[in-house]
């Protein structure tokens, strides 16, 4: 696609259930990257794929998250059994090649565990 | 662990008037990036600055990487309303990941 996009673009959840995110980068760029971002605040990285394989998952909190990417393509990022403070703006990035270039950022999920 | 600290974390100006956002770090990093966010959306590239002094402009942004490559600058000539948002800088971390690290962002307001 021309940009990269993410679903849903909000998610509430209540506390203890499972949820999944989806990126679907721009087609043909090799890396993808997860972030975190708190309200007004800069990003927490979380995972990083290059193709299907994730040589950098040294961002994930904890093992409640975990992460995949599918036909060098979509990526879902889940959480299990969620806390409050999982609560946070989850940023997917996509990049032509790792390094030096810029990345190209989907919208977000605004997720909110109640 | 690279760290990249931002100042000022919040700036209100008026239109018109100049002002400088600073991008510090102890490390070196091979090159910084500097984008801006606006509510509900990504962040966006502004620039990439690779050689230690480089200036590069973007119509009234200045953008300069430090000699030693630790610390970038943003200047604003003559701000607008429109300038108004979230501005983050980022390096690219060492080990060759391409995983960029972010500083906190300055949140600036342009008032009319």
């Known amino acids: 696609g021309a940009g990269v996009s993410q679903s849903p673009s909000n998610k509430v959840t209540e506390k203890g259930k499972d949820v999944e995110l989806r990126c679907d980068p721009i087609?043909?760029?090799?890396?993808l990257y997860w972030y975190r971002q708190s309200l007004g605040q800069g990003l927490e990285f979380l995972i990083y794929f290059q193709g299907n394989s994730a040589p950098d998952k040294s961002g994930l909190p904890s093992d409640r998250f975990s992460a995949e990417r599918t036909g060098g393509s979509v990526s879902t990022l889940t959480i299990q059994r969620t806390q409050q403070e999982d609560s946070a703006v989850y940023l997917c990035?996509?990049?032509?090649?790792?390094?030096?270039?810029?990345?190209?950022f989907g919208s977000g999920t605004r997720l909110t565990v109640v | 662990t690279q760290l990249l600290e931002q100042s000022p974390q919040f700036l209100s100006i008026q239109e018109g008037e100049n002002l400088t956002v600073y991008c510090n770090s102890s490390?070196?990093?091979?090159?910084l990036q500097w984008y801006r966010q606006e509510p509900g959306e990504g962040p966006v590239l502004l620039v990439t600055v690779v050689t230690g002094g480089e200036v590069k402009k973007l119509k009234r942004l200045t953008f300069q990487f430090g000699d030693a490559r630790k610390d970038s600058s943003l200047h604003i000539t003559a701000a607008q309303p429109g300038d108004t948002g979230l501005y983050l800088c980022a390096g690219h971390g060492s080990g060759n990941t391409g995983k960029l690290i972010f500083g906190q962002g300055t949140t600036l307001q342009v008032k009319p």
């Open positions: 490390s070196v990093f091979s090159s």
């Open positions: 087609s043909g760029h090799t890396a």
């Open positions: 990035a996509s990049s032509p090649n790792r390094v030096l270039y810029g990345y190209t």
